[in-house]
Antibody, heavy 120, light 108 residues
Framework: QVTLKESGPVLVKPTETLTLTCSVSGFSLNNTNMGVTWIRQPPGKALEWLAHIFWDDEKSYNSSLQTRLTISKDTSKSQVVLTMTNMDPVDTGTYFC????????????WGQGTLVTVSS | EIVLTQSPGTLSLSPGERATLSCRASEVVSISYLAWYQQKPGQAPRLLIYGTSNRATGIPDRFSGSGSETDFTLTISRLEPEDFAVYYCQQYGYSPGTFGQGTKVEIK
């Protein structure tokens, strides 16, 4: 059974750095073609793709946020970590991680999401 | 960046009716990289359709997808009560992958 679960702070202050962790089970981050993507959703708004990482450590970032984002994985812990620097209130929203297989364009399994509020 | 425009913004229908949702891309999208998701309040999106017309595991056959190049459609043949939700299209032919703004299917 494939599952993903996001964890991280509920509240961050403006200018701070956000660190989110996606813990996965039911598949290995080492397996060929496996990948994890971070996606966010401001309250009442649409989804926005942020970054992804594949089994071979290939990474890609949303170009409009690239300077603020870093994605990494720890295969021994089955975790993918996203850091976003210089947080702003407009970054408030629910952050999801999702599985994406290399060579496909869709996300077949999603975590439940974690709500992050940016406020002083 | 490819922009996906979904229409209509809201679709008001009754159970049993047919729903037709549109997704228009600003540039040609490979049919291999067009997907549709359903999202209910407080939940993560759920994959419905991938590769334009392939139903994901466990998705009932009342959901179907079609289209090519810049015009794509999600059809729900007969709405069930659990189908009232927001639907998003998504492309990943070009980085970054992008989502449409969503179509809300509400009970009339």
């Amino acid at each position: 059974q494939v599952t993903l679960k996001e964890s991280g702070p509920v509240l961050v202050k403006p200018t701070e750095t956000l660190t989110l962790t996606c813990s996965v089970s039911g598949f290995s981050l080492n397996n060929t073609n496996m990948g994890v993507t971070w996606i966010r959703q401001p309250p009442g708004k649409a989804l926005e793709w942020l970054a992804h990482i594949f089994w071979d450590d290939e990474k890609s970032y949303n170009s409009s946020l690239q300077t603020r984002l870093t994605i990494s994985k720890d295969t021994s812990k089955s975790q993918v970590v996203l850091t976003m620097t210089n947080m702003d209130p407009v970054d408030t929203g629910t952050y999801f991680c999702a599985r994406r297989l290399h060579g496909s364009g869709h996300f077949d399994y999603w975590g439940q999401g974690t709500l992050v509020t940016v406020s002083s | 960046e490819i922009v996906l425009t979904q229409s209509p913004g809201t679709l008001s229908l009754s159970p049993g009716e047919r729903a037709t949702l549109s997704c228009r891309a600003s540039e040609v999208v490979s049919i291999s990289y067009l997907a549709w998701y359903q999202q209910k309040p407080g939940q993560a999106p759920r994959l419905l359709i991938y590769g334009t017309s392939n139903r994901a595991t466990g998705i009932p056959d009342r959901f179907s997808g079609s289209g090519s190049e810049t015009d794509f459609t999600l059809t729900i043949s007969r709405l069930e009560p659990e189908d009232f939700a927001v639907y998003y299209c998504q492309q990943y032919g070009y980085s970054p992958g992008t989502f449409g703004q969503g179509t809300k299917v509400e009970i009339k």
